[in-house]
Each structure stands twice: as structure tokens, then as C-alpha cells.
């Protein structure tokens, strides 16, 4: 059996044994399913856990394999900016819809009374760390570290992502063989961090049971059905992303009529659903830009492994929303610059989010943290990641294609069938 299902699994178990006992009003029951917390809490933790070696390791090995900056500067710097720009544009549809939907406003005054009285002074202490949000100048002091060390311990990733980026562009200029060794030690990190992750993720099914239960055995069913909202406000969100955001790439500046990418790209889009991961996409992906778009094997060489590793639009969009959802839940109003920190942590972050199944899960710990939301809002969502981790990453796959063409039209290097075929569009 899949760990996806094991999951949905735990949560709908969770979900009738806490309702049940719930509505029987049998309270050694419910004081018997809350003391299983721990085992949730425990879980949660884990995964934080790992959050520091995992994104460091990953971007280190993503951005140093660029090769020699001085050489790729043109290339490389049109495709990250295009990543970020289009990164930060999806967190910020996730966050202008969860503001304007309130998916996670759904739950009765009632349950959110009791919610925040059940997390006592850590939701307190949440709310007041929210509402003391910082100006934007120092916002903008907080992205630099004086200690990245200091700010890895600390749990302060923002700043710690942008050290790691400096990092990894300095070691792409060092002499092969040194940079052969550096590579090979954080992929060697990287790899050892998925291995932690997949011990991790096989308690899931019962930490997700224990969560869940917990949660409704204490305020019944109101929690579970306010997830419908939610996942309708992450679908929205994507779709919007997926058919408004690159459309308009697409169509105004890679000139490509849009029926025919969205038509030519459908083998990587499946494929992407289907196994829930860039990287196993990325052959596929590969083959779609250079034989259906046009674009040149050094350009798809490079825009697209780079972006199975830094462009992560979908799974962005997701965190914002999810942000947003467990804040509404808990009673957190977060303020303007703090959504702002949101954008910012979720764009950067995404950038050292693996290209594999539920990683975006792994990010979210470090998102919920530096907005100063409880981590253990990732149970009440757990049981829906699946359908939504397949969508996303079928976005983030149409996100490097659609970077793929735009590149090639600024160099120039689509191949001369599709310039016929653009010719011929543009003289109808």
C-alpha cells in the first residue's frame, strides 16, 4: 500500500474515532486521544529536524552545478530571475485568494474560541509575535546574516536561504576539481536528508491519526470540513497560476500561440501528475522542449535541470495558502509585512525544495516558523497534500517549459520550424 494512502487512511481513521468520541461526550476517551498528541507532536518536530540540512544541501548542489558564472551570467541570470519572479507572483495569488476566500475562516466562532484556548499561551504568544511585525527597514537588514550559524540554530531561514545562494555561486567559480569535492559532499548531505525524510514520513499514517484525532475529538467536525474550502482555494490558485500567469509568458513575450504549447507540453504535464516529482519528469520534460517547442538543446539543457531544482511556482503557491489557512485556523491575524515575510520565505525557500514527492511539506515547517505559525497546523492538512502535491508539481513542470521558450526567444534559438509556424501565425 502507497504512503499516500496510509495517510488518508490515518487521517479519516483519526477523523471518525475523535468525532465519534466527540459526539459520545466520553471523556476518558478524549483524554486518552490527546494524550496521543505526542506522537503527532513528536512528528512535526522530525520533520523540522531535517528542514536545515535538506535546503542547504540542496541549493548548494543546485546552484554550484551551474558551472562557471562569468560564461552562463546571461542565461543563468534570466532564468532566475524568471523562477523568483514568477515564484513570488504564485505565493502571492495563494495569499490574495486565502485573504479574500478565508478557507481557513470557515470553522464557527465556537471552535476557534476553543481552539486557541486548547493551544493556550503558545497561540497567545504566536498572535503577539505576529502583531509586532517589523518596517520594512528592517526587513530588509533581516535577509542579511551576521551569523549564518547563529541563524541556522536559531531557525531563521530567510537569511540563512540567501548566504546559502551567495555560497553556492561563489563555489561555481572555484577550479573543477575543488568544486567537484564540494558538490559531492552536499549531494552526498542531500541524498542522506531524503533517506532521513522517507524514515520520517513512514510514521505519517499515525502521526497523522493521532493529530487528527486529537483535533476532533476535541472541537468535532468542524476542522475536517473546513478543508474542502481549502482545497478549492489551492486548486483555484493553481489553475489561475498555471493558465493565467504563463499564458501571458507565452503568449506576449516567448510569442508562442498558446493552444499549441498547452497541447505540445501534455506528455509532461501527465507525467508530472502522475509521479508527483520534477526530477522524475525531467527526461520527459527534456524531450518535450526540444522536439515540440523548438527550443535548443543548450537552452533546454540548462533552464530545465535548473528549474526541477529551483522552480517550485505550484508548491509555492500551496505554502502560501496553507500559511494563511492554519493562521485563520488558529485565530492569527497576520499582519501586511508579515504575509510579505510569507512571499519572501516561500519563494526562496521553494528554490531549495526537492524535486520529489511531498517536499513542499518539508518547506511549509520552515514557512509556518518564520511566520511565526504553530507547526502543528501541517497535521490538518496532511490528509489532502496528495491530490494537491500531484497538481502542483504538474504546474511547476509547465513553469520550466514555459521559461524554456521564453529564454529561447530571447536568444533567439528556437529552431526554424517553429519560427515558420510563428511566422505563419503572426502574417493570419
Known amino acids: 500500500m502507497k504512503l499516500y494512502t496510509k495517510i488518508s487512511i490515518g487521517l479519516v481513521a483519526g477523523a471518525v474515532v475523535g468525532v465519534g468520541v466527540n459526539l459520545a461526550g466520553w471523556e476518558p476517551g478524549i483524554r486518552l486521544i490527546q494524550s496521543m498528541e505526542i506522537l503527532g507532536t513528536a512528528f512535526i518536530r522530525a520533520i523540522t529536524m531535517i528542514v536545515i540540512p535538506l535546503v542547504v544541501a540542496s541549493l548548494i548542489v543546485g546552484v554550484a552545478s551551474l558551472g562557471d558564472l562569468r560564461e552562463l551570467g546571461r542565461i543563468g541570470g534570466k532564468t532566475v530571475a524568471y523562477y523568483l519572479c514568477t515564484t513570488a507572483v504564485a505565493v502571492s495569488i495563494g495569499v490574495v485568494l486565502s485573504n479574500l476566500i478565508q478557507p481557513g475562516g470557515r470553522i464557527p466562532e465556537e471552535s476557534k474560541t476553543a481552539l486557541l484556548e486548547a493551544y493556550g499561551g503558545e497561540a497567545q504568544g504566536r498572535i503577539e509575535l505576529a502583531q509586532e511585525a517589523p518596517g520594512l527597514g528592517n526587513l530588509f537588514l533581516s535577509l542579511i546574516s551576521d551569523n549564518p550559524i547563529q541563524s541556522a540554530a536559531e531557525g531563521d531561514m530567510l537569511p540563512l536561504i540567501i548566504f546559502t545562494i551567495l555560497f553556492a555561486a561563489a563555489a561555481s567559480v572555484l577550479a573543477e576539481e575543488k568544486k567537484r569535492v564540494l558538490i559531492g559532499f552536499f549531494d552526498a548531505v542531500n541524498h542522506t536528508s531524503m533517506v532521513i525524510i522517507n524514515w520520517i514520513m513512514a510514521v505519517a499514517p499515525y502521526a497523522v491519526f493521532a493529530l487528527i484525532a486529537a483535533v476532533t475529538a476535541r472541537f468535532g467536525f468542524d476542522v475536517l470540513r473546513s478543508l474542502l474550502v481549502y482545497a478549492a482555494t489551492v486548486v483555484a490558485g493553481l489553475l489561475l497560476h498555471a493558465f493565467g500567469t504563463y499564458a501571458l509568458v507565452v503568449k506576449f513575450l516567448a510569442r508562442f500561440r498558446l493552444g499549441e504549447f498547452y497541447r505540445r507540453i501534455r506528455e509532461a504535464q501527465i507525467l508530472a501528475f502522475s509521479t508527483s516529482s520534477s526530477n522524475a519528469t525531467l527526461p520527459v520534460t527534456i524531450k518535450v522542449a526540444e522536439n515540440e517547442l523548438g527550443a535548443s538543446t543548450r537552452v533546454a539543457g540548462f533552464v530545465l535541470p535548473l528549474g526541477a531544482t529551483v522552480n517550485m511556482d505550484g508548491t509555492a503557491l500551496y505554502q502560501g495558502v496553507a500559511v494563511m489557512f492554519i493562521a485563520q485556523v488558529f485565530g492569527i491575524d497576520l499582519h501586511w509585512t508579515t504575509q510579505l515575510t510569507v512571499v519572501l520565505t516561500a519563494t526562496l525557500a521553494s528554490v531549495g525544495a526537492a524535486g520529489v514527492p511531498s517536499a513542499g511539506i518539508i518547506t511549509l515547517a520552515l514557512v509556518l516558523r518564520q511566520a511565526n505559525v504553530p507547526?502543528?497546523?501541517?497535521?490538518?492538512?496532511?490528509?489532502?497534500?496528495?491530490?494537491?502535491?500531484?497538481?502542483?508539481?504538474?504546474?511547476?513542470?509547465?513553469?520550466?517549459?514555459?521559461?524554456?521558450?521564453?529564454?529561447?526567444?530571447?536568444?533567439?534559438?528556437?529552431?526554424?520550424?517553429?519560427?515558420?509556424?510563428?511566422?505563419?501565425?503572426?502574417a493570419g
Open 375 to 426: 507547526e502543528t497546523g501541517i497535521a490538518l492538512i496532511l490528509g489532502v497534500d496528495r491530490i494537491l502535491d500531484m497538481l502542483r508539481t504538474a504546474v511547476n513542470v509547465t513553469g520550466d517549459l514555459s521559461a524554456t521558450v521564453f529564454i529561447a526567444r530571447t536568444e533567439g534559438e528556437l529552431e526554424a520550424r517553429v519560427e515558420g509556424q510563428l511566422a505563419e501565425e503572426a
